[in-house]
């Protein structure tokens, strides 16, 4: 959020193309960075979104699938296209790839405690995502029963931390949250989290320049452990 982790665009894609045409020579031939990354295939924000609300359709009915949105004949050795970015809580019951209904390589994904996107880490990966991977869109994913929010409303009404790094989860939920009554619920909680990452992460110049250009859109959405379903805002 801060200046610090302001990153040019020009010099973030001439560092992660010194970084991809490394890895790129070890392994077999190295295509031009764009056109492999996108892999001729350009997908859209709204055609994303609808595989993610399908694909959750399809978890919460028990109908699995695991569509594959790659490229047809598309090599994951060499190559990857995720359609989205999905920056979801560390929580062991969030595993995307089942959430959304979808095979490996098809979601580029970032996930701390807390679903946090106001930390230099998480805003230079999901800024990959967007400027070399050409994901069409990124999610803020929260959850039911949130500990890392629950912890911080606790922080919030009695000021006292849980201890250790755990600290520092807390105090970057707490901005998102301390705006609410005292009372607020969890699930009020989780929806303020989740909106708070996902305006920090439009203060990227790199993702906000995708989202003005029209080739991305960025959301967030809560899922519900229990029935499994996904609800956007
Ligand atoms: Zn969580």
Redesign the pocket.
Known sequence: MSNEFEVSRRGFLVGMAGVAGTALAVGAAAPALGAQAKGGVQYTPGQALKWLKQGNRRWVNGNIKQKDHTPPNSDISKGQWPFASILS???SR?NVERVFDVQQANLFNVRN???IGSDGISIGSLEYSVAVLKVALLVVL??S?????SASQNTLRTGEYPGGDIDDVVNAILPAIEGLPKDQTLPEGTWANAQYSARALKKSTIIRDAIDSGTLRVKYATYDIKSRRVTFA
């Open positions: 809580c560390a929580d969030v405690a807390g679903n929260g959850h029963n949130c500990g890392a929010v």
